[in-house]
């Protein structure tokens, strides 16, 4: 591990995240480190409602995520890879997953994510309004910097060898480097998550769509900006070169995202460089009003109270049955639930024995029995 100072430091912000109750009763820990828009919340709530029994779930995608879990300035400097190899470094088991989305459409969500509130400063009521051609101008200016990326090449790559071709027959990567377990995963074959996920962690992982943008209030601006969109032809270019396309794609699969975007492809566009782009943020972040974060959007918020685990069990017994869920795992309302199922059954209870007595006075009076205290003790 890191030098005595920097292990203080990291055991801090660590104690913080995993207090002592659920650290103790949690073995195997599950980090879902994922760049944005990649369908990592769905995942998230799935591996939460699946298996809180077994695995606990923390989700985070860079470093200030850190200081909203741990309510803190991360002044030191903390690394999320601190935080997993130094729970590695504990004994505990460490699951590491990560996802793979292709450029173009991970590039519109992570854009649609803040286009009310930063992008435009505005409300979404308001953003409705916009002409789409506006917002498809300054989606081409942001194109290079936005959704970049990928994390098993950038931030693991020097705790692991990466293979040198993707398992296209498997459809995932799985690399074990002592007790840490690292799970590449493609969003193009989320229908296969749950029985790549379950053979891994050998528990049965049912996978939940959850928080998609078209379902916001923004939904039908975002289908519409997907409808029109055509790409700039030097854009389409660099994503023909860019190795993380090539790696995660095979051939064939290469072959059929280029077609269609040739087919939707247009002129050259100029985008902004590095200092603009700089600017632009740094703007863009001094007139933000509204800079909220988003806490509830999970299906499951991963509470290990009682009461949330028997919610769990409602909403995937729903599942298992081919169900519509429209429920969340919230603390609070569970608790609310839990509190009105035990008034529900003491008024079953109470309705019951009501209804009993009321049939025993009858009988008793049909048999011409006085059924008072004193009728019982004093019998003919």
Avoid at 50 to 55: G, I, L, N, V
Avoid at 157 to 179: G, H, Q, T, V
Avoid at 307 to 331: A, D, P, T, W
């Amino acid at each position: 591990m890191e030098n005595n100072n920097k292990l203080d430091d990291i055991k801090e912000f660590n104690d913080i995240i995993f207090s002592s109750t659920i650290s103790k009763h949690y073995q195997n820990l599950i980090f879902i480190y994922t760049p944005p828009k990649v369908g990592s919340t769905a995942l998230v709530s799935s591996l939460r409602l699946s298996c809180s029994d077994k695995f606990l779930t923390i989700h985070v995608h860079d470093e200030k995520m850190l200081s909203i879990l741990t309510g803190h300035d991360n002044k030191k400097g903390i690394t999320i890879n601190d935080i997993i190899k130094y729970n590695a470094f504990l004994g505990k088991n460490i699951f590491i997953i990560d996802v793979y989305r292709n450029p173009i459409e991970r590039k519109m969500s992570e854009y649609f994510e803040l286009i009310s509130n930063f992008h435009f400063n505005n409300s979404d009521d308001n953003l409705i309004k916009y002409d789409l051609n506006l917002l498809i101008n300054r989606f081409n200016k942001l194109f290079p910097f936005i959704g970049k990326g990928d994390y098993f090449f950038d931030k693991y790559e020097l705790s692991i060898l990466i293979p040198e071709k993707f398992d296209f027959e498997k459809r995932f990567l799985y690399i074990k480097n002592n007790n840490i377990n690292y799970i590449k995963l493609r969003l193009c074959d989320s229908n296969r998550w749950g029985s790549i996920l379950s053979n891994i962690l050998k528990t049965e992982i049912i996978i939940i769509p959850d928080y998609k943008t078209e379902n916001k209030i923004i939904g039908e601006l975002y289908k519409q900006f997907k409808k029109t969109y055509k790409i700039p032809e030097n854009f389409l270019e660099n994503i023909t070169n860019c190795n993380y396309f090539n790696y995660y794609n095979s051939d064939r699969e290469k072959d059929s995202y280029l077609n269609y975007w040739n087919s939707m492809k247009t002129t050259c566009f100029q985008a902004f460089n590095e200092n603009e782009y700089k600017l632009y943020m740094e703007i863009t972040s001094e007139n933000q009003y509204n800079n909220f974060i988003q806490r509830n959007h999970y299906l499951d918020i991963g509470c290990i109270c009682r009461s949330c685990f028997y919610k769990r069990k409602q909403i995937i017994n729903k599942i298992k049955k081919g169900e519509n869920v429209n429920l969340k795992v919230i603390h609070e309302e569970a608790v609310a639930e839990k509190k009105m199922r035990k008034m529900k059954e003491i008024v079953r209870v109470n309705r019951s024995y009501q209804q009993s007595n009321a049939k025993l006075r009858s009988t008793y009076r049909n048999r011409g029995t006085d059924f008072s205290i004193s009728g019982i003790l004093h019998r003919p």
